[in-house]
């Protein structure tokens, strides 16, 4: 059993994670939690609202030798220092994405997070899905097909918090890991055309990707993104030649179109987030293996940012592969 969990940032995505912890905690899987949050009244409230004790100072989070792991959901900005702060100090971290701001810093986190022997984990949650499990099911057992093409439609009306990246590292993020994560794929090329309309960031992007699997298929991924649209879209269709799978990361649904008709499997209600802090922490009681890993954050990070010099450039960008030693 993990003796202390801390979550820091508790204002936004980060009140989800002391929900959830806390229900860890109601299953035996944590004996404590703490939240931190510069803004006193915040951490207070979440802090009653889930029974978790609480403090506004970052230091006592690092000096608390009964804390094991430390989840990071604060801004994009400081991921970096944190994330490198908390694992000097001995902890384990599971930092949101994107994990840090450039992958030059998500590369070093890796570093220092293997010099110090310390899990570090990327919230990639869909990876958690099952509707995402049974898919790569399908795929690792050559139930497919050969695959031709990946298209995301990730959209979203205009957010009411102010962000601190744009869609691709914010959105196309998710898309890009799961086209790694359920095809065992590497990324080899991408162009991309989008904007900005209302923010300093883009705010919109359509992307392709090129990318080859470990069955060596040669596969495109087609990214549409935005906070620009007026409808919350979360879909994933993938064209093989042997049928078309639709899935709906809403509601975390599969449907396959095959010529014998169309199928619906009935997959096991789960939350992706819970699975994923519950996956944190057997890691940390080394029970399980991060299904996620500080890798494939930085992996997804370098993408986004070929991504970005594409849209700039209005040119294809070659992107390299990255071996972690």
Known sequence: MAEKI?????????????????????????KDVVVMDINEKRAKLIAKLYGHSWTTNFDNVLHDEDIDGVIISSPTKIHYIQTKQALEAGKHVLVEKPMTETFSQAKELVEIARENNRIL????????SPAVQFVKKMYTENKLGHVLVVYSKRTNPWPARKYDVGVVRDLAIHDIDLSR?????????AF??????????????????????KNNDIFQTIIETSWVTPYKFRRLEITTTECVVSLDLVEHTVTIFRSTGIFTPRLEKKEPLLEEDKNFVLAIDGKEKPLVTGEDGAIAL???????????TKDVVTIPEINFL
């Open 6 to 30: 801390a979550v820091i940032g508790v204002g936004g995505w980060g009140q989800n994670h002391a929900r959830v912890v806390a229900i860890l905690r109601s299953i035996d899987l944590i």
């Open 192 to 213: 991309a055309y989008g904007g900005k309309l209302k923010h300093d960031y883009e705010d919109f992007a359509n992307i392709f990707l090129e990318f080859i699997s």
């Open 302 to 312: 370098m993408v986004c940012e070929k991504i970005l010099s594409s849209m700039e």
């Open 181 to 189: 994560f359920i095809f065992s794929a590497k990324p080899k090329k």
């Open 121 to 128: 984990m990327t919230g990639f949650l869909l990876r958690y």
